[in-house]
């Protein structure tokens, strides 16, 4: 079982459908793979998940700013339990 924050929970994040991290896809990926987010493609749409923090808009705001988007531009969803 993965150590996490106490109280804190997963989060699943999605960009919105069709954005391209371009030139901060690297920094992107290396800020994910040390949080120990996983991310997936589903068509035009990346998701973020294993987003733990203890809500919603912290969830948002972490990874809306690592990928250089408005917060207001994520859905964040309820993630997946270890």
Known sequence: MAKHPP???????????G???????PAFEAAAKAAGWTLERDGATLI????????ED?????????AGVAM??????????D
């Open 7 to 17: 109280e804190s929970d997963p989060f699943d994040v999605t960009l919105p459908d």
């Open 48 to 55: 973020v998940r294993d987003v733990w923090t203890d809500n």
């Open 72 to 81: 207001e531009r994520v859905t964040v969803w309820a993630g997946r339990p």
């Open 58 to 66: 912290h969830a948002a705001w972490l990874v809306a700013t690592k």
């Open 19 to 25: 954005f391209e991290l371009g030139e901060r896809r």
